[in-house]
Nanobody
């Protein structure tokens, strides 16, 4: 089993920045895995925001959805199994519950929620104008 705990959500003014963190514990050992951020706004489907694919040599490959490309930075620490999402120039469309997800995967990170087996409880981000 793997447990994921997000932190760092809250209220932020439009144009500001936010930083989310996710720590994974439990049976996280894998040669290839993904840790990703998804978000879900009211009455919308859960969508991928950013992900990082870690391969056997420990190197990570980031991916960003178009909605955050240029504004978001995903980073991670394989020793502590922690990832972070830094988002700058936030706007009202970024208001959502942000979820951390984990999947063992070879070849890259899946972009659909059903392909992830482990999820955090979510953290609310509210952007005010």
């Amino acid at each position: 089993q793997i447990q994921l705990v997000e932190s760092g959500g809250g209220s932020v003014q439009a144009g500001g920045s936010l930083r989310l963190s996710c720590a994974a514990t439990g049976n996280t050992h894998a040669r290839f895995y993904c840790m990703s951020w998804f978000r879900q706004a009211p009455e919308k489907e859960r969508e991928e925001v950013a992900s990082i694919y870690v391969d056997a040599d420990g190197s990570g490959s980031p991916y960003y959805a178009d909605s955050v490309k240029g504004r978001g930075t995903i980073s991670g620490d394989t020793a502590t199994m922690t990832i972070h999402l830094q988002m700058d120039s936030v706007k009202s469309d970024d208001t959502a519950i942000y979820y951390c997800a984990y999947a063992r995967r070879v070849g890259g990170c899946p972009s659909v929620p059903r392909d992830y087996h482990y999820w955090g409880q979510g953290t609310q981000v509210t952007v005010s104008s």
